[in-house]
Nanobody, 118 residues
Framework: VQLQASGGGLVQAGGSLRLSCAAS????????MGWYRQGPGDQRDLVAVISSVGNPNYADSVRGRFTISRDNAKNTVYLQMSSLKPEDTAVYYC?????????????WGQGTQVTVSS
């Protein structure tokens, strides 16, 4: 499974960005999809995840500002980010829990940089 993320960039504080991540390759189905982020010198932390039936969970730091969604027909997960803060600056990685003939595996995208200027 390959995860291709896009939509990062530079934005001023208070602005918005929308990230997208499309899964491709050979798999039977995808369960949870989500976004994680890693700032300079930091560990990779959960931002938001969404189940295959659309139930979301958010980190406390983004709840109310970010919205995660998915299009199962396109095997794509989105992250709408609003009211962005400088502390949201990080590399954002998409993640998918997918099943192939060998079982369930966790996959990561290549990361997309989000920079929020003050």
């Amino acid at each position: 499974v390959q995860l291709q993320a896009s939509g990062g960039g530079l934005v001023q504080a208070g602005g918005s960005l929308r990230l997208s991540c499309a899964a491709s390759g050979k798999f039977f189905k995808i369960d949870v999809m989500g976004w994680y982020r890693q700032g300079p010198g930091d560990q990779r932390d959960l931002v938001a995840v969404i189940s295959s039936v659309g139930n979301p969970n958010y980190a406390d730091s983004v709840r109310g500002r970010f919205t995660i969604s998915r299009d199962n027909a396109k095997n794509t997960v989105y992250l709408q980010m609003s009211s962005l803060k400088p502390e949201d600056t990080a590399v954002y990685y998409c993640n998918a829990h997918a099943m192939n003939e060998l079982g369930w595996w966790r996959y990561w995208g290549q990361g997309t940089q989000v920079t929020v200027s003050s």
